[in-house]
């Protein structure tokens, strides 16, 4: 659900070198007319299970493995640029070039780092690591609360005793705060809340407690918390749009226009290939990057309109503003832990943060399940399961010490992209994750990508919130919608999660109990949208009677069961798959059982027992 682009396919280029170097498998994809028009092999309906050209544990050649890289990173780019500048404007540092691309290549870095070890160590299936959006709502609910906590004057009150006139004098003394400690002050903060909720994340894994979750949050919890995510995440796309309206929704215009309304048409590409010569293929290019096309055309109208004078007195507008960001940054930056600073804590961001963490792994858990039925593998076990959420709770805790500001989780539009472009292979991710790495590392590419005009990027936020909501909504298919019971849960816990947040906002004195700490913290919390319904959406669905089956667990659970004896249908790889990267002697040990993340030693056959089996498999005179 955090994979927010547009529907993915393969980049055009790999169909032509598809054609010399993939064999017989992908030549029978391919239709070739009589004009020469080739018909890209990845759009073609693939007959039978055997859907995939390169499985999970293929390892494409070289050439190929960087082009598919390449596609699976540029169609996340956009979300990772969105997420790092709200932070940004989170903490205070939306105005400060330099910060904002330090912030932006540790994003980079550990979405890289992130996705690596997910391939490597974790689930081990094609899955790529991003920013996660769940983790943006406690810091939407702080600009929200506070709008005055990037005031960089702080006011004191001095009272003096004048022994000549005997009377008292006040004297107000401004104190001017340096701005880069106030945004310091600011990340360090949300430093040490994420690495808190890092380590409950990376326990829940590492202690099998998914399976005990899973019993108590299903659809009908999960619906209505991400939605209110999508709902109140509404504030940032206007908060961008509303620089300049026009650029901004013709830039969503655009996006919806080349992935939704021009999905069926192919555009003609001419082509050259050693094997065919010159001729056309007729590729969906604008669907496969229809947010990074509409995201460059509405950098161009930017720059029209500013060299035209259009958008005099609006430099969030315009593309002149921001030059020097790109000049000053360094050519390559390295980020490190600690790079702002020592860790400071905020229970009240420890809390939203921690209910972001509850919603990602089950998101990450759908997810895993939906890579594998994609990739035609069977379900991933308990094992790589726990494995799997284990390193992103690891990797979020690292996340936090490196001060991105938020956590990284899986994204399932890059399972797409799989289940399109039939491209499984674990290599590609492996290369996609250094890709990332290097983008981190050149300080350069980061301050580029930070000059783009804000309602060019308030556009691409309409699009991407507007699919999110959906992919949120259709979950509501595993739940009986004709029960009242789920309906007024769904209802209520909406409107609620609406309602007490509106209200915090509203009266900022409504909450006085007598300490400040206290009146603070509990804003925060109330403030928070997915707080609120989270907690009362599973508070209801499990007080009020009504069965598994009613509230869509069933549906949910299923899949950690398959059906005996379907295991031939899984025709792309076996279960060993899933197995972590150790010798066989290590999991062999007897220990292997009591660990939650590795899987159960295989029981080891006697002597006797071959015997047996042997005289049990003579025919019987």
Not at 524 to 532: D, R
Request: proline share 6%; net charge negative.
């Amino acid at each position: 659900m955090n994979g927010l682009s547009a529907q993915p396919l393969q980049v055009f280029t790999v169909a032509s070198e598809m054609e010399n170097h993939v064999g017989e498998e992908a030549a029978k994809m391919v239709n070739h007319t009589e004009d020469v028009h080739v018909e890209d092999p990845v759009v073609e309906d693939v007959d039978g299970d055997d859907g995939l050209i390169y499985k999970v544990t293929d390892n494409p050649p070289m050439h190929l493995t960087i082009l598919f890289a390449f596609q699976q990173a540029l169609l996340s780019l956009a979300n990772q640029l969105a997420l790092s500048l709200m932070v940004a404007e989170a903490v205070c540092g939306d105005k400060n070039p330099d910060f904002k691309t330090k912030l932006l290549s540790t994003t980079l870095f550990m979405d890289g780092i992130t996705t690596l070890a997910m391939v490597l160590v974790g689930v081990r299936l094609p899955l790529f690591q991003g920013a996660a959006f769940e983790y943006v709502v406690p810091l939407l609910a702080l600009q929200t609360l506070y709008p005055d906590r990037c005031d960089a004057g702080r006011t004191s009150v001095m009272t003096i005793f004048n022994e000549t006139s005997g009377m008292n004098f006040t004297i107000v003394k401004n104190a001017t705060i340096d701005e880069w400690g106030l945004i310091m002050s600011h990340v360090q903060n949300l430093q040490g809340s994420l690495m808190a909720a890092g380590f409950i994340h990376f326990l829940i894994g590492a202690t099998g407690l998914v399976g005990l979750i899973l019993n108590f949050v299903g659809p009908v919890t999960i619906v209505p918390t991400i939605l209110l995510i999508g709902i109140y995440m509404q504030r940032a796309a206007v908060k961008f749009v509303s620089v300049h309206w026009g650029i901004g929704l013709l830039t969503a215009g655009l996006a919806i226009i080349f992935s939704l309304y021009l999905a069926r048409w192919k555009l003609p590409i001419p082509m050259w290939t050693k094997k065919r010569g010159c001729h056309v293929m007729r590729y969906p290019l604008h669907q496969v990057f229809a947010i990074l096309i509409a995201m460059l055309i509405g950098w161009g109208v930017s720059g029209i309109f500013t060299a035209c004078g259009l958008l005099e007195g609006n430099p969030l507008a315009r593309t002149d503003v921001g030059h020097e960001a790109i000049v000053e940054a360094n050519w390559f930056y390295f980020p490190y832990p600690g790079q702002f600073g020592p860790p400071d804590f905020s229970v009240s961001v420890f809390v939203g943060f921690l209910i972001a963490t509850m919603i990602s792994v089950l998101d990450s858990i759908g997810d895993y399940y939906a890579c594998a039925k994609t990739c035609n593998v069977p379900p991933p076990p308990n094992h790589a399961i726990n494995r799997g959420i284990a390193i992103e709770g690891l990797c979020t805790f690292f996340s936090g010490i490196m001060g991105c500001g938020h956590a990284t989780s899986t994204y399932g539009g890059n399972v797409g992209a799989v289940g399109i472009t039939k491209v499984g292979s674990r290599q590609v991710f492996m290369l996609c994750g250094i890709l990332y790495i290097a983008f981190g590392l050149v300080g350069k590419f980061s301050a580029v990508f930070i000059t783009i005009p804000h309602p060019v990027l308030g556009g691409a936020l309409v699009t991407m919130f507007g699919m999110f909501i959906g992919v949120v909504l259709s979950n509501l298919q595993y739940v009986n919608l004709t029960s009242t019971r789920n309906l007024a849960i769904i209802g209520f816990s909406l409107i609620m999660g609406l309602a007490i947040p509106y209200w915090v906002e509203k009266t900022p004195d409504g909450i006085r109990t007598g300490n400040d700490n206290a009146d603070r913290i509990l804003r925060t919390l109330l403030g928070n949208a997915n707080l609120t319904g989270a907690l009362l959406a599973c508070f209801m669905d499990n007080t009020l009677p009504g069965t598994k089956e009613e509230r869509g667990i069933t549906a949910w659970q299923s899949s950690e069961h398959p059906e005996e004896g379907h295991a031939g249908r899984y025709t792309q790889g076996d279960v060993s798959l899933y197995e972590p990267l150790l010798p066989q002697r290590i999991k062999n040990l007897s220990i292997m059982k009591y660990i939650p993340f590795l899987p159960n030693p295989k029981p080891k056959q006697t002597r006797g027992t071959n015997v047996t089996e042997e005289l049990h498999s003579l025919p019987v005179l």
